[in-house]
């Protein structure tokens, strides 16, 4: 047990590792596109660099991967060169289709995917995105799965495709906790927020915005925090609660005036302004307009600008500025005019970029088709491996079921050398016991037959007794012999039955008591409770039969043969003690073992084969129970067996 939660606790802590390594190469992959403040384009470029030759020198393949995309994002979100930086990513996915580097793989189509997005290729972006999201699902690893669901959730609301982002978005909020990581959490509920506004769910949406707003003052995350205030803010504004919709937008510039993010004070300007415009207070309207054209301006925020001038336009066309109001809907139509054009310039640029990312395409499908044909080679060498593995196995199975047989076999035909060895000498010991009872037969009959005219009264009789004796060892032995026979053939039917074992001794004590008489023996039965039993009858009393005359053999005149009983747990220990002439430690090694000559004269010359305690033992074993002899030469001899106990 301790071994096992040994495992558990190191499988645990590897489990948590992982996931903490994952954890660390999202992240990594993430700050590419966060915004990198003081961070020098040139020098960033040259640290990758330096990074990839480096593994290149010591040929760390996986860290001259992680170079590459390191170069091709930075080309991406830096220097905004496409072809360079899909340039950089190909070279990066030729590696890892080489290797089988399949996380690595993930990053490079989500960069692949962001480039494509990028040159207004919407359709190419997902199919990587697919790429990325198979990988990630082999990997079994929530927490890429959530980023790719996201960037997925972001490039189908591009599209249009409301009803798909939000799938992505819902699946990527569930890994997120899932996996507890609160900041992905809030960023899949803005997500779904936005695409409640657009459907018009402002109740929802706003459910959506608060539970982000809470997470990211949870995590001090103040970026984040403010971003959600502003939607928070905007949501009340639409909903007309404009003191709920200024507090928010108030907050939100609150904390970009903390962090002196121009981009962050030109929003949140613009966002008062208009909620004040929206309640005709023109004044207030144009003072906080006034303030955002001026951050706008600062980092030539264009798209604040244009929103700056339309509403101060119309703000000052309210209090019948008409003056002014002209002067900033020129202004208006000048930026807009710029900002198509720009817009005009970025869709050429991008018709530019998306032929160039086509001819790079036909590079990435050369690469993808080569490893298909690696993989269908690998694949072929594994069919042929395992094939090879099989026949291999099934030749090994064969060969051990042949030894085993082979093995069985011998094992078998020892047995049967034995058991034949076994019968021989028991047909030995039998022959030679049965020769000499019937030897007295014939010649106690060969006397009658021709000497009875000159054979006295007395000489008749004591022919007799020795007649008697004969019979009587031939009748034991057949007995015996019978009953062996029949045990051994599985002639007897151990079939338990229910029955009290004292009356079994009390039976045989009195069958048995005018034989101890003879030889002036005294037989004492020292049971006087109940033994209740369930075992087989006629073998029971087989045994006790057997001990008892072996006892009287072995008993000289004026001994002593005791039966007693004993309870112990869920057993009795059923005894036949005699003061007789016991026997040798090498005599008890030889009186269970078939095949062996162990059997000796009584004290009144009574023969005997053997075979009765063998008779015992097998009877006993076969009702659930052991036997037992404790002797001692001079002394006398205990016999006892147990016998499970019935309730």
Known sequence: MKVFFALVVLLLGFVRQTQSQNDADVVWYENFFRQQKNKSVDKEIQLANNRRLKAIDSKDKPAEVKALIELGVFHLTMVIDYEQAMGWLIQSL?????????????????????????????YKSLEFLKLAQRLSEQENNLNIQALILNETGRVKAAQGNTDAAFEDYELALEYAQQLNQAGHEADALIHTGQLLT???????????YKKALAIYRTEKDKMNEAMA??????????????????????????????????????????????LYFDQKNFKRAISNLELGLQAGRSIQAQDQIQKTFDFLSQSYKQLKDYK??????????????????????RQLLEAQNRYTMDKQDTQINKLEGDREQREKVIEAQNKLRNILILLIAFGLII????????????????KLEALNATKDKLFSIIGHDLKGPLNSLTSFSYLLLHHIDSISKDEIKMLSVDIDKSLKNLFNLLENLLEWSRSQTGSIDFKPEEFDLAVVLKENED????????????????????????????????????????????????????????????????????????????AIQKLFLLGTKHS???????????????ICKEFVEKNGGTIHVESKEGVGSKFYFTIPRFS
Do not use: W
């Open 600 to 614: 000796t004269l009584g004290t009144a010359k009574e023969k005997g084969t053997g075979l009765g305690l063998l």
């Open 198 to 208: 657009r459907k018009k769910k402002n109740n929802e949406a706003l459910t959506n």
């Open 324 to 345: 002014k109001a002209l002067e900033f809907r020129e202004s208006f139509l000048a930026i807009q005019d710029l900002i198509q054009n720009d817009k005009n310039e």
């Open 94 to 122: 030729a590696i890892e289709d080489s290797l089988s580097l399949r996380k690595e793989k993930i990053f490079t189509y989500l960069a692949m995917a962001y480039v494509f997005e990028e040159v207004g290729n919407n």
């Open 511 to 586: 069958l048995l008591r005018v034989q101890a008489q003879n030889k002036k023996i005294n037989l004492v039965n020292e049971n006087k409770i109940s033994l209740p039993v369930k075992v087989h009858r006629h073998s029971i009393n087989t045994v006790v039969r057997n001990l008892i005359s072996n006892a009287i053999k072995f008993t000289n005149e004026g001994g002593t043969i005791t039966l007693a009983s004993e309870e112990k747990g869920n057993q009795f220990i059923i005894s036949v003690t005699d003061t007789g002439v016991g026997m040798s430690p090498a």
């Open 399 to 414: 060969g051990v079921l042949v030894l085993y047989l082979y093995l069985l076999k011998r094992r078998s035909n020892r």
């Open 229 to 274: 205030l502003i939607e928070v803010g905007e949501m009340y504004r639409l909903m007309k609660n404009y003191d709920r919709s200024l507090a928010n937008h108030v907050a939100a510039l609150e904390i970009y005036q903390a962090l002196k993010d121009e981009s962050g004070l030109a929003k949140s300007y613009n966002n008062i302004g208009v």
